[in-house]
């Protein structure tokens, strides 16, 4: 079992920055990736940006934003620049890990970003 706990949102005008962070608890060296999505009101949850053995950026975010992991502090970040109207949605932390058989998905709560001014 994977617990984890996002932190950082808020309310930024458009062009500001943000850092999320998630923190992961139980059985954290099992987790193979960890990822950051979001979902819009009316929208799907989407991914955002995802580190495992390759960092992936959705296209509407590269440039802008930037995914990292502190592997000691059981912590993954989303550095947030440029920030746009558009991005504003709950963001979710995301990990899985895998038994070499099945996959377990683990979400946190969410935390709510809004870019307005």
């Known amino acids: 079992q994977v617990h984890l706990v996002e932190s950082g949102g808020g309310l930024v005008q458009p062009g500001g920055s943000l850092r999320l962070s998630c923190t992961a608890s139980?059985?954290?060296?099992?987790?193979?990736?960890m990822a950051w999505y979001r979902q819009a009101p009316g929208k799907q949850r989407e991914l955002v940006a995802a580190?495992?053995?390759?960092?992936n950026y959705a296209d509407s975010v590269k440039g802008r934003f930037t995914i990292s992991r502190d592997n000691a502090k059981n912590m993954v970040y989303l550095q947030m620049n440029s920030l746009k109207p558009e991005d504003t949605a709950v963001y979710y932390c995301?990990?899985?890990?895998?038994?070499?058989?099945?996959?377990?998905?683990?979400w946190g709560q969410g935390t709510q970003v809004t870019v307005s001014s």
């Open positions: 995301y990990a899985y890990t895998t038994d070499g058989s099945t996959r377990y998905d683990y």
């Open positions: 139980g059985s954290v060296l099992s987790i193979e990736t």
């Open positions: 580190s495992g053995t390759t960092t």
